[in-house]
């Protein structure tokens, strides 16, 4: 839900949200940065926490099968998280009718692509096609970049309305330079900074939805060797073209 429209919401109905279930959800977020699972005193450190606390809150997730633990007592996301992150993407129209395009993309510029929405403030991997070259940048589902230094991020912030502006910034978001800023506005693509993942370059454009709001970006990402602009920004811009024409009731790519 809009975070806007839910507060108005809880200003007319007079009813906020519970503040318990909050901090229990916050646990999902935690274990999810860890590639390899946490111990019970490295959650509540991470969220400075006292361990009965901690402990509770887990305890809970895992009664409700968000969590579990692994062979050597680590607390990890279990698989029941996989059909809702599966689900997120087909009722956004980011599954199974953008995998081809993604598909498609790769197949004729050889590197891997990615599709990121921005979640908590930083553009996070939904969706991605691999190369099949052996040097490769990799790009995980569920990878998150900078908004500053990143394609992706510079693209959702160029692209951005002024409601979503101020909410990263209030958040404390560090946005790339306005000059940058314009210059994607301007070109309708961005490159990444390159000082935040050294030897690998990607470039990014920005999908749109129905109501003509960027909500998305279609990315490349390759070793700096293998980049050349005019070999890559026309494919990545008519593929973005595409996943928008799906957002907004065309036909999907077969």
Not at 7 to 23: A, H
Not at 53 to 65: D, H, K, N, V
Not at 139 to 144: F, H, L, R, S
């Amino acid at each position: 839900m809009d975070t806007e429209y839910s507060n108005r919401i809880q200003e007319q109905s007079g009813v906020r949200p519970l503040s318990t279930v909050i901090k229990t959800l916050a646990v999902l977020d935690v274990l999810a940065s860890s590639p390899r699972g946490m111990r019970l005193q490295e959650v509540a450190a991470a969220m400075n926490l006292s361990r009965p606390t901690a402990y509770q809150r887990l305890l809970t997730l895992i009664e409700a099968g968000w969590v579990e633990q692994d062979e050597e007592m680590r607390y990890r996301l279990s698989m029941h998280s996989c059909r809702f992150a599966a689900a997120a993407l087909e009722q956004a129209d980011l599954g199974a009718r953008v995998q081809p395009v993604l598909e498609t993309l790769v197949a004729k510029v050889k590197e891997t692509a990615s599709v990121a929405v921005l979640d908590k403030g930083l553009p996070f991997v939904v969706a991605r096609v691999d190369s099949e070259s052996l040097l490769r940048a990799e790009q995980k589902i569920g990878t998150t970049f900078e908004l500053e230094g990143s394609a992706s991020g510079r693209i959702l912030t160029a692209f951005a309305d002024a409601n979503t502006l101020a909410r990263l910034r209030q958040n404390g978001g560090k946005l790339a330079a306005e000059d940058i800023l314009a210059e994607a506005r301007a070109n309708g693509y961005a490159i990444s900074s390159g000082y935040t993942h050294s030897g690998v370059i990607a470039i990014a454009a920005p999908i749109f939805d129905i109501r003509g709001k960027c909500f998305a970006t279609l990315s490349l990402v390759m070793p700096e060797t293998r980049f050349e602009l005019e070999n890559f920004k026309q494919p990545l811009l008519d593929a973005a073209a595409a996943i928008t024409s799906i957002q907004q009731g065309g036909p999907s790519v077969r």
